[in-house]
């Protein structure tokens, strides 16, 4: 059985739009430092570490399973938008398509973002 649709959620951040969407859109490259144990790599496969539109692939585990993901991330500034668009990679051996988007809004502390997948 399937899960047909998507899902949408609204959490409340501590940081700004513009801290919380950086790493993504500027650092994915120093995720592999943070997280060792489940993420091994992530490399550029087409264009760079900062242009909207490249292509980056990712190397993790999962319960012991060596995986990998391939992905191009898309993002408005202007809108605070940003996507984490599926490519190939493990992931579609469960789903048809996979695609996350962050929209944030600014308020006084912090954000609100809404999580669509």
Known sequence: MALKGKLESVLELKSSPEK??????????????????NIQGVHVHEGDWVTAGSIKVWNYTIDGRAEVFKEKIVFDDEKKILSIVGLEGDLFKIYKVYTVSWELKPKSQGSLAKVTL
């Open 20 to 37: 919380f969407l950086n790493p993504w859109k500027e650092q994915a490259h120093q995720v592999p430092n943070h997280s060792p144990t």
